[in-house]
């Protein structure tokens, strides 16, 4: 590939625009499928752009790098996700205790259950660290794995796959153990699938959504305070 084009598909603006417009468009089929799981849009774009990113030639890292902008976005999109719960807060007032017991046994069942699966499969150091953040919201995610020492390449990788498995996955659970309760569809949903998961909800219902923003957040709050302490003990 030329020079000239190998830099201007390298620039920021070229990153940006890829990765939001080949969002949006694969949102259009999400939408009028419907909200079929396999249609959404993080399952159908990423091939896409991997696909372009081969055939320019691009590595991952330079695409990554400068997708800056977007990473950046992604803390103040969580911290706007607290409007909804103000919207819901006397709903969420009188399911304070159940809500945080539930935080602490979920998230620490996920993160144990990362911590198995590195153990079984005989991964290194640097593997665990980089999987052990994938319950919480790819921003939180990404600062304690790079703070860590962590690969952020199989942070962002393993939060995604969270995120998906719980889009893809949640609606059919619910329906096969019966579950109505928007509150405990979306409290689920953050818990365990964070930002997608909570995307996922809003399309249930604001009910569900607001309470996928609450645990997406007291999981993020929960897992930044203990995994530090842990790392820590154990890593460092």
């Given at each position: ?96 205790a159940i809500s945080l017991w539930t935080i602490i046994i979920g998230a620490s069942l996920a ?74 569809m979306g409290f689920t949903m953050g818990i365990m699938s964070h930002g997608s998961g909570t ?29 530090p302490i842990v790392a820590v003990w154990f890593f460092i």
């Amino acid at each position: 590939m030329p020079e000239l084009l190998y830099e201007l598909l390298s620039r920021p603006i070229f990153a940006v625009t890829l990765s939001v417009g080949f969002f949006l468009a694969s949102n259009v089929f999400y939408q009028r499928s419907k909200h079929f799981p396999l249609l959404h849009p993080l399952i159908t774009a990423p091939p896409i752009i991997a696909a372009i990113l081969k055939y320019a030639d691009i590595d991952y890292a330079t695409y990554f790098a400068a997708n800056d902008l977007l990473i950046f976005l992604l803390g103040p999109i969580t911290v706007a996700m607290a409007i909804p719960l103000y919207q819901q807060l006397n709903r969420i007032r009188s399911m304070v205790a159940i809500s945080l017991w539930t935080i602490i046994i979920g998230a620490s069942l996920a993160t144990g259950l990362a911590y198995i699966a590195v153990i079984s499969l005989g991964g290194n150091q640097e593997t665990m660290i980089s999987l052990l953040p994938k319950t919480v919201t790819t921003a939180i995610a990404y600062a304690l794995s790079e703070e860590f020492g962590g690969n952020t390449s199989i942070t962002a990788g393993a939060t995604m796959l969270a995120g998906l498995t719980g889009v893809v996955a949640a609606p059919t659970i619910f329906k096969l153990l019966k579950i109505n309760d928007h509150r405990i569809m979306g409290f689920t949903m953050g818990i365990m699938s964070h930002g997608s998961g909570t995307t996922r909800a809003y399309e249930i219902s604001p009910v569900a959504g607001a309470f996928a923003s609450l645990g997406m957040g007291l999981t993020g709050a929960f897992i930044s305070i203990v995994l530090p302490i842990v790392a820590v003990w154990f890593f460092i």
